[in-house]
């Protein structure tokens, strides 16, 4: 599957948003710093992204529609002197873009002025944003991030770091979360760990990134996890870790095992593993319960490379690239015509005719959604000569709405909920579709009471009653 | 003097915005019809400009930092069918550009969705926002019009109408307001009458706009101004007119004389009067009273044309356009290198050598702020051949700060609170300086107690107590 | 009348150029030095615009389709140290704007690289373009500049200095150059002096520009018109003047009187004379003659106003500017739906209805080429008051083509070639029209006989033979 | 290794462009079915691109720089109906961009409009551009493309097709060209082959491009390459073949070998093969003659991955992804900082730290040019924990220039002529590095005879004496 782009190819659920802190003792240019972070989590979304910093006392914004080489490039040709800033990534969602969405997102209220870049969903934001629109609150957003903001401003509490932690814990849901509030830089995470945020340091700089393929870049070696529910607080003088959360209220950790399944990069560490690994341990588990192994492993580029690499170490297949992606699809391209929105994945990925013709394929991609660019994509390889097609995928069957920050579609189009593996077969045209069973991804990681399954499952960690009686009526 | 833009060359306080709204019973291309008003009111803001407009009921807003054409030319490529519409163009303040304070601003909030445009100041924003940052509101952009979202949405009145009046009740100072509010299009006045506000109809389109020239682009000639205090309302059924104001607490008006002796254009009928006939009014007073009349016009273009002319008709003098303007200052234009900064009003203002060369020339302007300009302006007159150059201003000498919209710099910098007209004339060069007098000016209104002249007289209409104390500690 | 933008609304012939050459004997930042020059020239040409100049021992080319601002801006945040540079300004013509007719030119070829920028027109064109073709010549624009970089490469000459004379004194019609060619800048004007081009120097620089106005923003005093049949080569050691034409074949000089009615800046001065205040006699002599002025004279800004002055003067009738102009037309602005197209002049001229209410007007413009937008403006005075327009063109009937630079319609479309003054006021609605006879035109100037004044006359000073053909055949 | 791009991180030749015609019978969309060509040959060339197609008998002309959806996506909104178009993408060279530089090129000459587009390097240029100096002709590009066009004008043939004929047995080296004049279309190849050109026809549509994966896109299966030597018309009523070159002149194919080691997709076939089989085939063999594998196959990706696979099959190697690519980067992306430039290869390709630690991996590329950013991929790789790295390039040494349109560096640059194998890994710190001997290359394809391997061994198949002096003098 695929980060959603103009050209959806591939199958998968659609995720939200990437974040990045950094402070540094000495001034430094962060927007160039932050550069890099967002760079590299721009998988994590595509539509904005934007910067916030802190310059002569005040926090300066900038962001724009597109990608981050398109809005900063620009921006960066000066220097920008600063201690601290945050930056963020956009998934585009599909009901067209809003600049008026992008973060972070700059308020100035009782508190001071602070700016906030959010990545997760929080599940109670209906019953929130009732009681603030109560009160005679305004949203300008239809973001998460300005209900925190407008929290943070309503609390009674005097400092501004007790107003927080007491927003962390009327908030519930996913949240990973990076804010600039005077001198200071705050990075916070969810007491479920729902979504990932890790921490490094080197020379006199911390950074704050939704992955540590972004603290890779600047050659951190010296980094952790920030711990769910935990709040941290970086200054010149100091990095001090809070634990903000109720220990009686939050039992249980929630990592959404959908980081690990498709979102994050492969050479990502996240939840205590490489992502690469893990994924190539779920296409082992996949071989090893497979009845019908093919006779050559081809992966969906580029989400299911590693769990075929893993299915075709285990099985000891031969692995090729049967199928090639176009990768240069510019940001700006968004079919101008009919004919070519319907040309869909056929802009995206092409067989290699002759690795395929006559082979029976075992095609991994990470996870099965509504079914429909499968399809193409199956009829792609058998046009192309296929003898078989065995779509293999490497996470159980979707069948449950996600409250914390993934775009499922509804359970209707969810084509689990619909067909059996073999009704998909038929449907899609493969001749067998197999996934993952949960136990067995269960298996993958040690301790799998420590992650969300709940889109397979429907046992959410956390209660979304209300979350679902909102998603019920906006849809 | 002239309209802020890229090469600030003349001498004239600064103002803020233009507003226009349309409903019409039958669906229109609004966004078009909204261009033309627009373009129209260009002179009155060129920093950013946008829409919005109700669509499949929900609001649409398009707005972007720039011209009018510039902004809504590729947006208007599609149509947009729709009844209803309001529309802003932005002054460029100083302190750079903001896309977050372009407007129409739209919010969500218990009432349902709002689109506000609005010019004008509220004198007692500083109170208001004090009172909302104690309950928590968090402010997003540095405008009033935010902050008017916010009352409506605090105010405890279940119908909006009801919210509205109370809102409009608790503001003070200057506002011509136009809304989107369901289906309807919303007008008001503040019941002062600081900024103009007119309104006409033609086939069942009704217009709002700040000036008549807005109205008269689509041929309208039913037109009337919304009185101060009123509140309009219009949809498909009916246009409901209003009076929202205490009576027993607004017992003047108090109409903007800067309206009239700089920011309209010159064609548009304002507070009773045509700009053009009251500028040509203020110039033959003018003349009435000046010892030393030269040998020729000349005004200071655009500025000064009207009050030129009306002295060039009284004193029987010619009149020639001795200076030359360059109109083609893209709106992208910032001055890159240091050495094109410091060109500044040579880049715009370009002399006729043989049409000056050894004459007592009158110069007329409207205003004089701080005279930096004026005083490259008399060089390069003198270094043009002038004989003499006795500058003319057709308005008094500014000393007071205005609460109420105008962007007049500090008491120390106004050049009047600092020099008599003879020590202003040896500071910048000129032979003489003379300012219209305040009472000469008010002969030249009928009813001038129905005008506001604090900016010369420092009498303000309303209590300007507080905003004065939040202006000084801003400085 | 008005230099071509996108809303043509004033009757006058369409120009093509503005050139301008720099060379400075330090290194200095040429680009920008080129912009200031090219600013003031941009009412010459507006739809594309660029710079050449020399850095490194090589040409680099800077053009692009839009205004001086937009083009230059992003381009001079960079320093670019060079000696010598050109640059142009283009007009924009109807056909549709192509980035590869843009100037300067730069060509490789036999006798090295040349950049060349070209204002005028040549007549023989046709013929000569014929014999490139048939000795296999490729043309990759529709220029007459790529036509002069052909016949300098054909040369047999082997100096490039005897080269270029050659072709000088092949090629026919109106031709101002100014080139870059290895470290040496070079300017042209053809032995008629059809087009303006003047120089000047400062401090070890040297500029050439199409008009006087482009010096005047180096505060250059020191200037002269490079002279007729002048070739001026400016390097480090030197700047040498030539006279290349053969004396016996240009027995005459032949300015385009189009410069002075309406082309040039009023500002300027060219071929001997202020614009200013060639055009405010050339409106006394309209006077002066005139059987029936009215009450009041307003110009048709900004092309009518000197002449309205003198028209003013002389009458001791008062002026005003009855009609006000919107400059706030973004370059980008080419009205994107069917319904702004048919706006018009509407867009653009604006009555103020209470100045001519009532009034016998005296309207004052320079020319009168279809008579389509004046029907237009006849009409909006009359919708807005006026008792009686009486239209009055500060120069005579345009009734021939030319074929030296300026873009008059077709003989058919010339509303003088189809009507007589009595008939056109009729067709465009006014109660008069009248031109400025040909005789007082040519006593405006001292020296009519250096004066071309075949667009009115049909009395050309070339032979045109061949470029009548050769635009019979186009049309 | 890559195809060029803003973040160069492999070791690789450099390549010139892609190109591809459409001739319908019927009126369609011609700029939309280029677009989809174009879209698949973008890995050929990613600085600009353009298309050229008739419209009511002109042909009009669209290019500009960057990516195919950046520069087509606005362009395609419109509908342009035609019958015949050629496209263009064009590689970005070092020197920076010139929009001059971007194809197609139209050129209008004594036989007409003609739109070029053109994939190659003609050997003999210096000489035959020298001629057309002394004959005087100008050129405005640095490309063959002009030349061709010049000559083509040139000629004394009275018909088109002959004077082409006659050019084309007048050029040397290689090229691939689509033209299109009057209302044919035209597809030509070199006598030797050496860049790929390839036809296909659906429904009365006829389509060429450079590889057989712009044809697929279309689902075309009917297709052939253009034979060496051969010129298509195409027109409403036939297609018609000729074979325009001597016989006796040209006794071998020589198609560029390189095209199958790396810059052809993985999808295409060319030359007879499969790229991805003959790449999978290299790195078998490559195996095959492998001392030392070790323990894990790992690609650069994308360049290396077929080889790699191939590998991996063969020795029966685990094959994992263990360098990540980072897509993102926007065509506008040029480093702004110092800093980020450095970063280099970092930017792009990020290690999996996890799939590498303590593991002898075999390394797999295609090619070694400068050896630069081998040696930052090896230290990447060694920091993240590999225990040995072996880089195995499925390519023999380059040692020797290419004059048919590869962008390989000077000899001295080349890393191969300074260093063995040997003193290779010591540079860049491998444990080992080896190629893929000729000979062993040479087994891969069936026919070796048929193509030209002279970057190897320094056998051209050409005299390429002329281009080889020009090269001399250029560097």
Redesign the interface.
Known sequence: MEHHD?YPYSESPKHFCGIAGIFSKKEI?IP?KL??AL??L??RG?ESCGIAYRKHNHIT?YKDL?????VL??Y??EDHPSHAGIGHVRYSTHGGSK??NAQP??????KGDIALAHNGNISNSGALQSEL????????TTTDT?LL??LI???KKAAFLDSLKEVLNMVEGAFSIVMIYNDKLIAVRDPYGFRPLVMGEKDGTTVFASET?AL??YGITDMREVKPGELIVVDKESTVSLSYADPGKYRRKAHCIFELIYFA???S?LFGY?V??IR?KMGQCLYSIDKNPGELVIPVPDSG??AA?GY??AS?L????GL?R?????????Q??K??RE?GV??KL??????IKGKKLTVVDDSLVRGTTSKTLVKLLKDSGAKEVHLRLSSPEIKFPCFFGIDIPTRKELISNRLSPEGIAKEIGADSVSFLPLEQLKKCVKNSEDFCFACFSGEYPVDIQQAEKLQEKEK
Chains 1, 2, 3, 4 share one sequence.
């Open positions: 103009a240019n160039e550069f890099y760079y590299s721009q998988h595509q914004t597109g990608m981050v080489t398109t490039s620009h960066l040709k600049i008026e997102l700059v308020a100035t209220c009782n629109f109560k009160e005679g609150s305004i949203f300008q300005e903001l407008h401003a309503r609390s393929c890779d870049i990069r492969p050479d560490r490489s690469h690994e190539k490379n590693s690499q075709a170490i000891k031969p692995y090729e690239q090639t176009n990768h240069y699809t510019g940001r700006t391209f968004i101008p015509t004919a070519m040309f056929k802009m092409h067989p290699v005719k002759e690795a």
